[in-house]
């Protein structure tokens, strides 16, 4: 079944497949919220670029089935960031999906994309007395990166919860308005999108990359791979770095009654709660049954976990769609936003968003456009951290580990 965001768009499809040999400052591999975010930045740097995608239509793929929560609340991740890298590190994270949310913001209004974003609060809640205190340590730790969060026992969700984290002024929106919007303002400059297009291999030809498609290639001085698993094995390993892992969404008519904010629970099973905008009314999407790609499991059954659960607030609820997906988890819980490799100069990647790509794939477009440009990013050294993780997460091991990758990856 098509998603909820899929769905909302009349007339998906306006591009074309690529059918000749062309050349392009920077050719980007994917057109899902990362590759479109890059275009964004590039071409209102004045690069001509060009996006090939090998779907019939744009961000179809992880970002058309995505819940779409705009914050920087990683579920419980900077007690464990500053365990392992330190607070300076644990800040940088943080800062820069802050600033995602508030670059998003920026896009939207510039351009005038017209995509449900708004303004809402982000909760992390607990309803197992055994994970209470991770809510409080989460908390003092978030609070010691100079960033107020609350705890709190009272939230707008229908239950009672025992305890949750909360940040203000996150956000929301519907990522296929903001994905077409991106695409509209990308052509309407100097970028191109090509669909139906798959790209078979990126070949280093002296100073310039050579990107296959089935019948034609582009030329380009770099490019960015931004399709989400990397197709390529050599070189960058990451298929030793990463692993996929499905969700499942429902959104759900409770007609009529609605609340405030975002929530993902911290205990498992894994629930997460938002409302969306659809025709004339507000669907709840309740995300969840997580799993490691390719593990059995019963389809059906994962679905009725999420609808069991929410049948308990809003028992006569109509579940009008279902749909899953699965997105990339790195092992240390850190994006890989940079080099692909150190043997390949110019070509980047943005990969390892952990269901938290929606900030985390605007903080690697802005990382990786300002290596185009020359420019210095604050928080590059924080996604840098891009190795094969054989050691126990630590400051000194952090270190090891990013000399293990500078030399041999
Ligand atoms: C169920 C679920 C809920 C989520 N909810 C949230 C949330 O609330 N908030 C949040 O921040 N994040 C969330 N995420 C994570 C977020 O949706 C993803 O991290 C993000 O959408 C990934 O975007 P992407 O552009 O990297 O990948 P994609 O959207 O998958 O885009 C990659 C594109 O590359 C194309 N491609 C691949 N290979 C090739 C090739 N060889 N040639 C040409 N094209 C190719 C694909 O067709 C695809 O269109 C969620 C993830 C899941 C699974």
Redesign the pocket.
Known sequence: MNSLWIDSIENKNKFKKLEKDISTDVCI?????????CGYYLVKQGYNVTI????HE??????????????SQ?NLIYKYLIDSLGKVQAKKYLYANQEAIENIAKIVKDEKIDCDFERTDSYVYTRDKDELEKIRLERKAVNSLEFTSEFVTETPLPFEVLGAIKFSNQA?FN?LKYAYGLADKITKGSGEIYTD????NIEKEGDYFITY?ENNKVKSKYVIL????P?IDRLGYYFLKMYQ?????IAVDTHGKTFDG?Y?NSEIPTF?Y?FANYKDKKLLLV?GS?HKTGSKIDLSNAYKILEDEVRKYFPDCTVLYK??????ISLDKIPYIGEFSNLMPNMYI??G?????????NV?ANIIVDKILGKENEYEDVFKNCYISIFPTSTISFKIKKILYLHFL
Not at 197 to 200: E, G
């Open positions: 591999i994917g057109a899902g919220v990362f590759g479109l975010t090939l995608e090998k779907e744009i961000a179809s793929k992880t970002t058309g089935h995505t819940t779409a929560k705009i914050t990683h929301q990522p297009t798959l790209v078979q498609t931004a399709s989400h698993y197709f892992s499905t969700s499942y969404v975002i993902i997460s938002r995300g997580d749909w899953n997906t699965e997105d990339c943005g990969t968003f952990n269901k938290w790509g929606m900030t985390s794939s690697a």
